[in-house]
């Protein structure tokens, strides 16, 4: 005999289809993202994502910019992490060269890339729970992210847009070093103090935020199980970053194909296998814990030495085709350049982060509940300027 | 075929590279045309008609799709500096994708590339088998005006709805540019010599 609580009781409730406009003006999108989502009921039957309001041609205008002025492009692909668009194309542009650069202008490039994971992911650290309805978390979070800010700002002059990465080195403010002559163009005075004192702070801001979100119910109810992306889907949609290692695939590309220095740094590759908008979450949060250990270390390592390497005046790469790539905080962050040997590259792509994991959507979307439309958006941590370039 | 580019012949006299031991297997195993290997990048080259099941079964050991795109090889050109020889230069399209391996900790990872016509610039689309492919397809039709055979939604992805051109052609001209011609040559300014005092801000300190 059937136990009453088995006894299915099935009505069809007729709701007409509904098609609502989101965007592309809306708390959510992080941007100008703009979803035309048709509803059946509460679900989500299909959507149709429409980009290109931040379309700005980068492509385009990189084939008219010599390799040294394209470096103020990338700065503004995705604002969030600024620095670490310049490096994928600083090591194109250096591989078609030729250049070897200076060990110290390496590891300066690995500490500010890494600054830039920090504030990015704290970015997303304080907005999310605010799609989720919880505001407190933003103010906390924020206000870390300005220490990380000021770090970055102090070295290259910039917040959002440090364009400190030159062909062959880097290039800090004139007089931010100590005051001798031979130093008058290296990191300030007190930096690494001040770095490793804002290092503490994002290990403790990690560790309230576990006490405020992590480990609230709400949270989990909203977003544990919700968004599920398995791993063969992930990777048939170009994901990478912690969205991809959200679904268990460990794959790292400061691991996996290490540039910089990250060879000489021993860190954890995060990972998690549910696969859900809460995983997301986690992996991110444990990944600003990585990423201070890996400052730490490079603090340690970093040697004394110069900061630029001897390059040409005028830079005219030989003919030849590169993809370069790099593990930003939204994921792989590549350049694929083609240059005929002018000044100016022939072909720039870009293949920027956001954009790729983005078009998961048209999957990822239908049959899923309108609410969970914000979790679920917010949980894939996009930037309209990196999915517009 | 005849108009492709620059494929490296399997030379028995020099030792290959590890990269380039790769890129022969993976030939080999695909039956692709042939391969390229320069700074460290991976091209296989495939015929029009196998893209699809090439890409397909590329993907058993490459699992990442990471990017779709292409690139408009023109004798010509209205922005930019142009192609370093147009004389010798076969005027194509390369549509070019590019997998990478996710599984094994390597870094290995290759860019396919087909050959397209000019004057009628069609290919299969992947779409069928790898869905992320979509939005790279559009993004390929609007910007190139190739054609995805297969792709039924290719509307345009950036430009707006009555936009007119395929802007990254290199016929296409950048009319900021125009407008108002951009003084990059001349704003390469000479760097002081390493050994001369800096002229501008050496009285700073």
Sequence with gaps: ?389 | MTDQPTTAEADESTELSALEQYASDLTDRLGATGYDVEFDTVRVFVELDKWVETIVAAREDLELFSWLSAIDWSKTTEVGEGVADPDSLVERFEVLCRLSSVREHNADAAIFVAVLDRSEPSIASLTEFIGGAAWHEREAHEMFGIDFVGNDNLIPLYLPDAFVGNPLLKSYPLIAREVKPWPGDVDVEPMPEPDQEPAADGGAS
């Design chain 1, 1 to 389: 005999m059937m136990h009453r609580s088995e006894v299915a009781v099935s009505v069809e409730l007729q709701t007409p289809d509904m098609t609502i406009n989101i965007g592309p003006q809306h708390p959510s999108t992080h941007g100008v993202l703009r979803l035309i989502a048709n509803l059946d009921g509460e679900r989500i039957r299909d959507v149709e994502p429409v980009i290109g309001y931040m379309h700005r041609g980068y492509e385009k205008l990189s084939e008219v910019r010599t390799y040294a002025q394209i470096t103020a492009l990338v700065n503004r692909i995705d604002w969030v992490s600024g620095f670490a668009n310049e490096v994928p194309f600083i090591l194109g542009v250096e591989k078609l060269l030729g250049i070897e650069v200076p060990e110290r202008a390496q590891w300066i490039r690995l500490i500010l890339s890494e600054l830039a994971r920090i504030s990015s992911h704290l970015v997303f650290m304080s907005s999310y729970p605010l799609e989720l309805g919880a505001t407190t978390p933003l103010m906390h979070t924020l206000r870390e992210r300005e220490y990380v800010l000021e770090l970055i700002e102090s070295v290259t002059g910039g917040r959002f847009h440090p364009n400190f990465t030159r062909v062959g080195g880097v290039k800090p403010n004139y007089g931010g070093g100590s005051q001798t002559k031979k130093q008058s163009m290296d990191l300030p005075a007190g930096f690494f103090k001040q770095t490793l004192e804002t290092m503490d702070r994002v290990d403790q801001i990690c560790d309230d935020l576990d006490t405020l979100v992590t480990g609230n119910e709400v949270i989990m109810m909203r977003t544990q199980g919700v968004g599920v992306i398995p791993a063969d889907k992930a990777l048939e949609y170009g994901l990478t970053g912690p969205n991809l290692r959200a679904s268990g695939v460990d794959y790292d590309l400061r691991r996996d194909d290490p540039y910089l220095t990250y060879d000489q740094i021993d860190f954890n590759v995060v990972t998690r296998d549910t696969g859900d908008c809460y995983a997301r979450y986690v992996v991110r949060q444990d990944e600003i814990r990585e990423s201070a250990n890996i400052i730490r270390q490079a603090i340690d390592m970093i040697p004394a030495g110069p900061l630029m390497a001897k390059v040409p005046r005028v830079l005219k790469a030989p003919p030849g085709q590169v993809y370069t790539r790099a593990e930003n905080p939204k994921g792989e962050f590549g350049y694929y350049l083609v240059s005929e040997g002018g000044k100016m590259p022939y072909r720039l792509k870009i293949r920027s982060t956001s954009f790729s994991n983005l078009t998961i959507l048209p999957w990822i979307l239908p049959g899923q509940l309108v609410p969970d439309l914000v979790a679920i958006l917010g949980s894939l941590d996009f930037v309209l300027g990196d999915v517009d370039r």
